[in-house]
């Protein structure tokens, strides 16, 4: 193998083992035994569990990302872009599981904030454009696209974290249902909402 087959390797081998138990359950001796390499090379390529962990946590952001602002970038309707956004996630999730598993469970050692969270939070800002375009069509202050992006797409990633261990219904169906509440919700909104206690 050459030096970055090996890296590849060791890092599918992590994402593997830290999905089922986690940074702290997991030793540099499972890693090179599940690779079939001696810990040195783990070291050498790594120098230290926690940064194979965020080199995989890293990895996964950047595809999981990568996915969501793809499904965000296309030329459609506000509401197909949802759509999209949401059925990028479950792809993530179905494709991806280990990944999905490692974003949502610990964040890396060097990062504060969880990496999903930390994930979503860029998903957010651009979500928040588009719905700030849609709002003023609507005649809504494009301001409080801020407010409905982030309920958005924690709506979207509570959903799929649920999806996650069910995979019932479907995915589609999941996403169906998902812009269904979301859509539907938006295009009942009042321009001024109140509470009813007021």
């Known amino acids: 193998m050459t030096g970055q ?3 590849e390797q060791l890092i599918d ?3 593997g083992l830290f999905s089922l138990r986690g940074l702290d359950g ?3 001796e499972e890693i090179a035994l599940t690779a079939g ?7 050498e390529h790594f120098g230290t569990k926690d940064r194979l962990y965020t080199r995989v946590v890293d990895h996964e952001s950047s595809i999981l990302l990568g996915d969501i602002t793809a499904a965000l970038d296309a030329d459609a309707s506000s509401r197909v872009l949802v759509e999209r956004a949401a059925l990028a996630l ?3 999730i179905e494709n991806r599981t280990d990944g999905f598993r490692i974003l949502v469970r610990d964040a890396p050692p060097t990062q504060h904030e969880g990496a999903f969270s930390t994930l979503l939070s860029q998903v957010t800002v651009q979500v928040e454009h588009i719905l700030a375009d849609e709002f003023e069509q609507q005649g809504f ?8 992006a982030q309920m958005l797409v924690g709506m979207v990633a509570m959903a799929g974290q649920w999806w996650l261990d069910s995979r019932q219904p479907d995915k ?3 996403a169906a249902h998902v812009v ?8 009942g909104m009042r321009h001024h909402p109140q509470l009813r206690s007021d």
Do not use: C, F, H, M
């Open 5 to 7: 087959q090996r890296r």
């Open 13 to 15: 081998v992590g994402r």
């Open 26 to 28: 997991t030793t540099i």
């Open 37 to 43: 390499v001696s810990k040195p090379v783990v070291y």
């Open 90 to 92: 479950l792809d993530y």
């Open 141 to 148: 202050n494009a301001e409080d696209g801020a407010i409905y």
């Open 172 to 174: 589609r169906t999941v």
């Open 180 to 187: 269904n509440l979301a859509w539907n919700g938006l295009s």
